[in-house]
């Protein structure tokens, strides 16, 4: 995930509430040594092998390559959200987390910093539920207020939307257009090919290619019908066919039902519990451990 660098900037040594923070040109190798330095028992439980020097200078190569890459007016940097972020590395490596423990603490350490009405280049640089409203073809816009461009029935729309609160982030896919107004799933709607909000079909109405449907079911374009999601049976092209407790096998192209804990796996697709992942053939607990945090740490996530 992209992520900016500040003008704005607090200070290294602490906050009025005594909280330490974390200068931004600390960062890098403060996430680095967070990870690098505590990883290595899930590591070992793992069958990984581990070299924290290694680690250390890779993982901060890159965090300092990303940040530089990154830096630019408009995004605040937040060294008490750092210090936070910082802990649940720590946190991560000692227990054998996952990222989603990382992804809640270290979504706060960039934000945007620009308010309503202001002029922006992207999104990313509004302050938390902005948006960066442009006309086609402009390179700039104004911060506006996201909610505002949640699309109604019949109102012209550019992108279909889906809002997950768990990870607090929006996917949106669609055609450009000189509408900024989203149609949302959550609210039952979507974008047609006509570029108008529609209410999301659901089982056995008609739908077309790309769109989604809605409850448990999902849009078969040979017959252009939304049809129950399967636990066995074809998925063709369709990666969304298969059930929750299913997963669509890359090879047979057939739904199947998700492996237990501790079966083989070859780690070619999703095919272990929603709560596991595929790790050295078998399946396993999901944690932060790979083959490359593990040895040089150059698959360290950028959390920002």
């Known amino acids: ?3 900016g660098a500040a003008v704005t900037v607090i200070g290294a040594c602490g906050s009025d509430d005594g909280v330490p923070q974390i200068a931004l040109d600390d960062l890098p190798r403060a996430l680095a040594d967070a990870l690098c330095n505590n990883i290595g028992p899930c590591c070992q439980r793992a069958g990984l092998p581990h070299d924290a020097a290694k680690c250390v200078i890779e993982a901060q190569k890159g965090l300092e ?32 987390g996952d990222n989603r423990e990382i992804n809640r603490a270290c979504r706060k350490v960039f934000t945007g910093a620009l308010g309503m009405g202001e002029t922006c280049g992207d999104s990313h640089e509004c302050t938390p539920g902005g948006y960066c409203q442009r006309t086609a073809g402009a390179s700039t816009g104004q911060c506006v207020n996201g909610a505002l461009l949640h699309g109604k029935v019949g109102g012209a729309c550019g992108e279909s939307c889906t809002r997950f609160d768990a ?6 896919s669609g055609l450009a257009t000189s509408v900024s107004t989203q149609c949302y799933s959550n609210d039952g709607l979507y974008c047609n090919d006509a570029h108008v909000c529609a209410p999301v079909p659901t089982l056995d109405q008609p739908c077309v ?53 501790g079966a083989a796996c070859s780690g070619l697709f999703d095919e272990c519990q929603t709560t596991d992942a595929c790790i050295q053939g078998t399946c396993q607990p999901r944690t932060i451990a790979s083959p490359l945090t593990c040895f040089d740490g150059t698959s360290m996530m950028l959390p920002f």
């Open 65 to 96: 390559f990303g940040i530089a890459q990154n830096r630019r007016a408009g995004i605040f940097y937040d060294g008490v959200a750092a210090r936070a972020c910082v802990d649940a590395y720590v946190s991560a490596g000692r227990t054998c």
């Open 209 to 261: 290619s790309g769109a989604k449907c809605g409850g448990n079911t999902f849009c078969d374009t040979t017959v252009n019908v939304c049809a129950a999601k399967r636990t066995s049976g074809s998925c063709g092209d369709f990666n969304d066919a298969c059930a929750a407790e299913a997963t669509c096998n890359i090879e047979t192209r057939q739904c199947e039902l998700r492996k237990a804990r």
């Open 1 to 3: 995930m992209a992520f």
């Open 167 to 172: 990870q607090e982030v929006t996917a949106c």
